[in-house]
């Protein structure tokens, strides 16, 4: 079973920048959808990017297409978030996740795809 730990959450100032991190506890394969969740106090869990490991292939949410990029390193079995341009709506407990499939889509944003979670990282941006 997959075990996701998150890191690199942080208090930042409007504007600035975080890199989240996602180690995974073994080899996850090429067949594997990863993505990124967050969630507000009293808000549903939102999908904002998710990646292919086997071809890279990306996906984002409307609301952080340009500003948040999701990537890999398949050597490390670490799955990243670079944040740019953060807003204070950005405040969320992010989480990253995994679930074997053949293939990615936009529909992979939806949190029900995913079985393997980690335990999140808070990330709070101030105005």
């Known amino acids: 079973q997959v075990q996701l730990v998150e890191s690199g959450g942080a208090s930042v100032q409007a504007g600035g920048s975080l890199r989240l991190s996602c180690a995974a506890s073994?080899?996850?394969?090429?067949?594997?959808?990863m993505g990124w969740f967050r969630q507000a106090p009293g808000k549903e869990r939102e999908g904002v990017a998710v990646?292919?490991?086997?071809?890279?292939?990306?996906y984002y949410a409307d609301s952080v297409k340009g500003r948040f990029t999701i990537s890999q390193d398949n050597a490390k079995n670490t799955l990243y978030l670079q944040m740019n341009s953060l807003k204070p709506e950005d405040t969320s407990m992010y989480y990253c996740?995994?679930?074997?499939?053949?293939?990615?889509?936009?529909?992979?944003?939806?949190?029900?795809?995913?079985?393997?979670w980690g335990q999140g990282t808070q990330v709070t941006v101030s105005s």
């Open positions: 996740a995994a679930e074997r499939s053949p293939y990615c889509s936009g529909g992979y944003l939806k949190s029900e795809r995913y079985n393997y």
């Open positions: 990646i292919y490991k086997g071809d890279g292939s990306t």
């Open positions: 073994e080899y996850t394969y090429s067949g594997t959808c």
